[in-house]
Every structure is written in C-alpha cells, then in structure tokens.
C-alpha cells in the first residue's frame, strides 16, 4: 500500500486489542515467510512512518569517515580509542563524530554496541582530548553552561556508560552525542533536517521525519562506519539507547538489518510501551511534552489510540528475527514495565513464525532475573537510569544471542 493510499486517521477502525501482526491491512492473513517479508513488513515500515515517526531518507550515496584520532594505550592499555569523524552529503551538513573504543586483547574482530548519548562523548572518559562537542547541549549536566559543553563535563558520566568494563567483556562502543543529528529542543530545528529539506530529499509535510527518526538515521550512518571498519565485526553490531534514546535504538533497528541485536532501556511510550496502554505516559502526553519526537500525524492519535493500525509490538516484529531485550526498572512505572512484557509477548507470533524462537516466560521474571531467549526482558530495583549493572545484563544478553547469531548485513 502506497502512503498516499493511508486513510485518515478518523477513517481507521477502532480496536482495543493489539492489532495482529500477521495479518495485512487489508484484512488478509500473512501465510508463509516469503510473504512476511515481501508484504508485510515493507507494509507495517510504511504504516510506523505515515503515521507515527515520519519517513526516514535513503541512506546517502557516499558518506566520509575520517580517523581523526587514535590512541591504541587507552584505558591503561586495554583498548585503542578511534575519534572518528563521519560525513554525509555537502560540508553545511552537520557531522557525526563517533568515539569508538575497542578492546586489544582479541583474537578477532570485536562485537560492538553502537548508541547516542546525551552528555557528549568527553562526559564518558577523563582523556582531556576528547573533542568537546559543539551543538547545543541540554541545560542541566554537569559542565553545561549556556546550553554549551565545557571542559568541567569531563568524565561525569563514566559510570553510565562503563566503557572500561565493556572492554573486559571484549566488547567495542561506539557512540557519539544525539545532539549533532538533531539538538533535542521543540522550538527550533539545528540539526540535519532542514539542509535535507533543502536539498530535497525529505518534504515537509504531516509526515515528515521527527526527532526519533532523524536519530535513528544518525545511528544507521554510524553503522555504515562501523562495518567498514576491519576491528569491528559486521556481523556482531548491536544498538543500545536509553529512554528516548531507546525508542531510537528499536527503531534503527527495525529499519537495519546489519544491526543484529536490539537492547532498548527503559524507552517507554512511542519506543517500548504499548500506545494502547493504560499505565504511565499516554500518546497525548508525550506529544504535548515533545511535540517535535514524532510526526504530526501522529497527535491525531492523542485521544484515539485505539485507531493506531498497529502497537509496539509490530515494531518489534521488524527485527524479527533477530535478538531484542526490553530492559526496565521496578520504580519506572512512567515507562509500564509489565506493558513492555506484553508487547514482547505480542511480538512473539512473528518471531515463532518465523522459526526464531521468541519470548521463552509466559509471566515478567522477578527482579534481578534476566530472560535471554531471543525476545527477552529484565527488571531490576531501581529508578529511571543506565547503569554499570544494566551494562552486565546487556553483555549478558548479547553473549547468549550473539553466540547463536545468524549474520543479517542487509539493509531492507
């Protein structure tokens, strides 16, 4: 179905239930592989950018990945650290520049997570040279001063990205700061979208990329790196983000099949948490807070999410069949960690359709338990945050699926 064929919102039929994923728009019932993945799911990345994240570009033609530094004794000699940067497209576009640390110990190229943060990547380490980033910076971490990053930032985020005990799990990070695909504000466009609007190659419009999928985008640019890079093993590259940088991290992985594992932390509404669910934020909600997340089409949806033509859990079925985790906190109830679980359970069919396992506990595990099939879940005490002991989970996780992986590196 063409997007010019999508009803209006009013027109949809409304339902209370999750919308099957195995079914078309039309009403017919998918019946083989083959047609999930010539029908169905071409369909339902239509559906997710007509009507909620807006339509991502084409990946460019060419993107620039300059080395701008390297030091192979980081970490006390642990790990070679890569400032890459990476761009895309005429030289007013803004860059991505990737840190990329990646253990020496290793007999092969390394698994890597690949992921925003929100601070900058000098709030991850304590090496003084570590480029400061230079687009606007939320207001409220150590080391900002009037919306601008400065040298008192460094190393005050380390614990939430505990990059030294990834590389004595013999995992690489790759991450770089969300705020240079786009700063996170509702007021003003700064980042990539209105030179690709004025290139012509996105339109304005109801549908038109928001903030998630630009930095959904972003991260895909980072990968287009990543594989490219002979210490990084292509086929072992997983997203991570948290909160809304989780709802990122889903949904570049539905988009990208060289991603072949998907860890969203705590993503919540319009990430990981049913639309339709009751419990924590509503669509109404998290429009009216971030009215620039998601496309315009989608806040026709705040009192009518019942006429969604799909939940969380067909983003979900998008990754199928690789590895996801929705991880969570107890005291996070703004997120619905027991609406997670059931997206997952929703997402099931697909994954078992497709002889790819699926979610292996019919009941949320208790805190502290880590269900790792191929859908997985894990709740630990605690608040909203990313943690030293969330990363333990996410090596945890990546370990099992990882081991069992079957190499995807293709771009649908």
Known sequence: MARADFPEVSKLPSRSDFPDPLVMFNGDRIKT?????????????????HYMYGYLPAAPTKIEATIEREDRRAFGGKATLKEVMIAFGPPEIPKIHLLLVIPNERKSPAAVFVGMNFSGNHALVKDPAVRLPTAWMYPNPTGVKDNRATEAARGTQIDVWALEQSIDRGYAVATFYSGEIDPDRPDVRQGIQPHFEKLGLTKPGPDAWGTIAAWAWGIHRAVDYLVSDNDIDKNRIAVVGHSRLGKTALLAAAFDDRIALAIPLQAGCGGTSPSRGKVGESIQQI?????HWFNSIFKEFNKNPERLPFDQHCLVALVAPRPVLFANAVEDTWANPAGQFQVLRAADPVYRFLDAGGLDANEMPPPGILISSKLGYYIRPGKHSMTRDDWKIFHDFADRNFRNATPQNKNK
């Open 33 to 49: 592989k083959d047609q999930w993945f010539a029908a169905r799911r071409p369909e339902l990345k239509e559906l997710f950018q």
């Open 287 to 291: 429009n009216d807070r971030f009215p």
